[in-house]
C-alpha cells in the first residue's frame, strides 16, 4: 500500500508540473514586445491640447493625432501632463521620449531636439478685453501698458522683447494660458500675445469676452518633438502622420477640432 501510495503522488506530482508548464505556456503575453513611449503635453492650450470636461482627462487635437499614430505604427503611448517650459529639458533628459504640445518647431528648438513633419502652420495674434478700442494692433501698445504671454512660447518671447525695447511698461508670463485670459479679462494685463487658433478657441468658448486686433505676427509650424538623434522613433511618427494623411484621417480628426 505504502509503495502504490507513493507512485500515485509522484503521478500527480508529474501531472501538477505538466499542467502548470502548459498554463504558463498559454498565457504567454504576445504584447509584451509592443514598445511604450511617454509622452507629454501642457492642456491648457485649446484645441490642439486640453482636459476633457466630462472625463477630466487630456484631449485635444495632438491627443488625437497622435494615439492615431500610436496604432498605426503598433507602439502604446503613457501621457504625461507637463508645464511648458519643462517639456524639452525632460525630453532632454530622457523623462519623456515625445513632445505633442502645440510646439513651434523654431530653428532655436531644432537645435535642442528633433521634429517631426509639420502637422499646423500658425501665428501670433494680439487679444484684447472685449470693447477695447485703445489697442488696434501692435503700433497701439504703449510705455504704460502690460502684455502677457504662455511661458515658453514665442506670444511670451515677443511680449518679453516689447518689454526689453521700451515698448510695454510689463512684460506678466504665465504657465497657464487660462490664468492669462482670466487676467486678461480683470484688466491685469492690457493685451494677451498668443497663437492664433488657441486665441480663438478661447474665444468660442467665451464669446464676447475677448478679441483678436491687428495682422497675425511671426508666422510658425507646430511639430511633434523627440529626443536628438532618435531616428527610429521619429520615422514612426512621420510615417504615421504621412498614413493619416493619405487614408484621410487627418481631415477627420482636423474636422473634429476645428471645423
Excluded: H
Amino acid at each position: 500500500m505504502k509503495k502504490l501510495f507513493a507512485v500515485l503522488l509522484v503521478l500527480v506530482m508529474v501531472l501538477s508540473f505538466a499542467a502548470c508548464g502548459g498554463g504558463k505556456e498559454a498565457a504567454t503575453d504576445d504584447t509584451a514586445d509592443i514598445p511604450t513611449y511617454k509622452v507629454a503635453m501642457e492642456p491648457t492650450f485649446p484645441p490642439f491640447d486640453t482636459i476633457n470636461e466630462e472625463t477630466q482627462e487630456l484631449d485635444g487635437f495632438d491627443y488625437d493625432l497622435m494615439n492615431t499614430i500610436a496604432e498605426d505604427q503598433g507602439f502604446k503611448l503613457e501621457w504625461v501632463n507637463m508645464g511648458f517650459d519643462g517639456l524639452i529639458p525632460a525630453l532632454q533628459a530622457g523623462n519623456i521620449d515625445i513632445i505633442a504640445s502645440g510646439m513651434n518647431a523654431s530653428e532655436e528648438r531644432r537645435e535642442k531636439v528633433d521634429f517631426s513633419t509639420t502637422y499646423y502652420d500658425s501665428g501670433l495674434v494680439l487679444a484684447v478685453k472685449a470693447g477695447n478700442t485703445a489697442i488696434k494692433s501692435i503700433d497701439d501698445l504703449t510705455a504704460d501698458m502690460k502684455a502677457g504671454g504662455q511661458i515658453g512660447t514665442t506670444g511670451a518671447d515677443l511680449a518679453t522683447e516689447l518689454y526689453e525695447t521700451g515698448k510695454i511698461k510689463e512684460a506678466k508670463i504665465y504657465n497657464g494660458l487660462d490664468v492669462a485670459v482670466m487676467d486678461l479679462l480683470n484688466g491685469t494685463i492690457d493685451v494677451l500675445i498668443n497663437d492664433l487658433p488657441v486665441t480663438k478657441a478661447y474665444m468660442d468658448a467665451k464669446p464676447g469676452t475677448i478679441e483678436i486686433v491687428g495682422d497675425v505676427l511671426n508666422a510658425e509650424s507646430y511639430g511633434y518633438a523627440v529626443k536628438k538623434g532618435n531616428t527610429e522613433l521619429l520615422e514612426k511618427i512621420n510615417t504615421g502622420m504621412q498614413n493619416m494623411i493619405d487614408n484621410g484621417t487627418f481631415d477627420e480628426i482636423y474636422a473634429k477640432w476645428f471645423e
